[in-house]
Each structure stands twice: as C-alpha cells, then as structure tokens.
C-alpha cells in the first residue's frame, strides 16, 4: 500500500510503547508535511540521545553528559540524599514522578520491568543487579551507602503486585526492613499519572 521507504518507517515507529502501524503511519505523514528544518532538528536530537545521555552504573536512571567522565547520576552523586533508603520503581517516568513530589530524599533502582502474570517466560528484570547494589554499592561507583529500607514503589497493577511478591521473597535474605507504598494509589493504574499529592501520601503511609 505504501512506497517501500515509507513502509519501512512505519515498522520502525510500529516497534515504539503503545504505538500500532495506524499511528505510526500518522507520525510518518505528519513528518512529511513539516519543514525541513524541524526534521533536521528532531534528528540531531535523535543523535544526541545516543551520543550524551548517560546510564547511571548505579540505579540505571538516565543522564545528560556529553564528555562527563561521571558515571552516577546526579541523584547517586548527591551528598545530601539519604543513603539508607533505596525506592526501586519499574522505569524512569515512575521516578520523575515520585521526585516531583519534594518528599522522598533517598536513593533510586529502576527495575527495568515487571513479571508478567499471563505469559509463561518472566521478563527480564534486575533482581540480581539490583541485590549486588544493595550489597556492595561502592561496586557502582556509590559510597558511604548502607541501605536499611528498600521500598518497592511499583504500579499497583497485577504484574506490579506479583514482581513485589517476588521481590519480597528474593530479598528476605538480606535481612533489610522492606516497604511498600501505602493505600491511595488507585488499583490498576500506573505511579507515573498518580498527582503529586497521592504519591506523597503513599510515601508517608508505606508499610
């Protein structure tokens, strides 16, 4: 239906979170009628995704640094923020949100994902890596770091609910104080819409 280099963008959009061949066909033809120049612009923005943004070695958050020889985030980095607390949410939405809200001062992990409860394979998620950074933080470029508190601030979804279990149950040996968010998040839905206020209430109520 459509020539090959347009069919071809479109597999390409088709592959991004929540976006179908429909959509995509629409960012294509939507692109096709601005000016050159913005696209020129969202492709050096493009590239510089790739080339300046930065994983953290520890909590795996996402930074800008073009030429920074640092490997932590500007949180890690941050003296000020209490090391004994770590919050470990699915992705990095989940974690700007939670830091809009003023009320949380520790540390971050991003899971990376959740466990699926209706497919048979477990998607991948960072238990291990998050279990060593709970260990030996000065591995990952964080020291004078002793978490007594991990909280498990994941969607309260049923995939959230079941890799909270899990994590639970993989953590136990660690003999460190686990938390969840409190009641006031709505059932079913995601941290990242969640307002400010609710989020902060989750924190205060956490259990």
């Known amino acids: 239906m459509y020539p090959k280099s347009i069919q071809k963008l479109i597999d390409i959009f088709s592959k991004f979170p929540g976006v179908g061949p429909k959509t995509a066909a629409r960012f294509i033809f939507y692109l ?34 073009p030429g920074a020889k640092e490997d932590l985030c500007p949180i890690c980095q941050n003296p000020t923020r209490d090391r004994t607390l ?31 409860i209706l497919k048979k394979e477990k998607k991948k998620i960072k238990e291990k890596e998050l279990k060593q950074r709970i260990l030996h933080p000065e591995k990952f470029g964080l020291f004078a770091a002793e978490f007594k508190e991990i909280i498990l601030a994941l969607n309260p979804t049923a995939e959230g609910k079941a890799t909270m279990l899990y994590l639970k149950r993989f953590l136990k040996p660690l003999d460190k104080k686990i938390t969840s968010l409190g009641l006031g998040l709505p059932k079913g ?11 902060a209430s989750a924190f205060e109520r956490r259990e």
């Open 86 to 116: 770590l919050c470990v949410v699915e992705k990095e939405q989940d974690l700007v949100s939670i830091e809009k809200t003023d009320k949380y001062k520790g540390l971050y992990f991003i899971l990376g994902g959740t466990i699926p």
């Open 32 to 65: 096709k009628k601005v000016p050159e120049k913005e696209v020129e612009n969202l492709l050096e923005l493009i590239k510089h995704l790739k080339k300046d943004i930065k994983t953290c070695s520890f909590c795996f958050n996402i930074f800008e640094g």
């Open 189 to 199: 839905g995601e941290l990242e819409y969640a307002d400010e206020e609710t989020l």
